[in-house]
């Protein structure tokens, strides 16, 4: 089992930029897939990016490509997602989730995961 804490959520302006950090203990955090994801008022969790740490292989949904980045210290266990012209459909609770045996595919099932943290909010404002 691996327990997951987000920080970084905040409220910021349209265009504007925050990163959300995910620390994880309890596993071998170099052999993990960590997933982002996230989840608006009235609307499902969705799938935002992920990365296959053994080989560094990354995944983004096309909402946030090209502005949205996850990386992984694994000295420090811990995982990063840097998130750029931040938009009002942006905000949401996002939530970083592990699994062992997950690939990080493009399809983001949140069934893959096993593991979740709390969430951290971030808020968009226009």
């Known amino acids: 089992e691996v327990h997951l804490v987000e920080s970084g959520g905040g409220l910021v302006q349209a265009g504007g930029s925050l990163r959300l950090s995910c620390s994880a203990s309890g596993s071998t955090f170099d052999l993990l897939t960590i997933g982002w994801f996230r989840q608006a008022p009235g609307k499902e969790r969705e799938g935002v990016s992920c990365?296959?740490?053994?080989?560094?292989?990354?995944n983004y949904a096309d909402s946030v490509k090209g502005r949205f980045t996850v990386s992984t210290d694994n000295s420090n266990n811990l995982s990063y997602l840097q998130m750029n012209n931040l938009k009002p459909e942006d905000t949401a609770v996002y939530y970083c989730?592990?699994?062992?045996?997950?690939?990080?595919?493009?399809?983001?099932?949140?069934?893959?995961?096993?593991?979740w943290g709390p969430g951290t909010h971030v808020t968009v404002s226009s």
């Open positions: 990365i296959y740490n053994p080989e560094g292989t990354t």
């Open positions: 989730a592990a699994d062992s045996f997950s690939l990080c595919d493009s399809e983001f099932d949140p069934d893959d995961y096993e593991d």
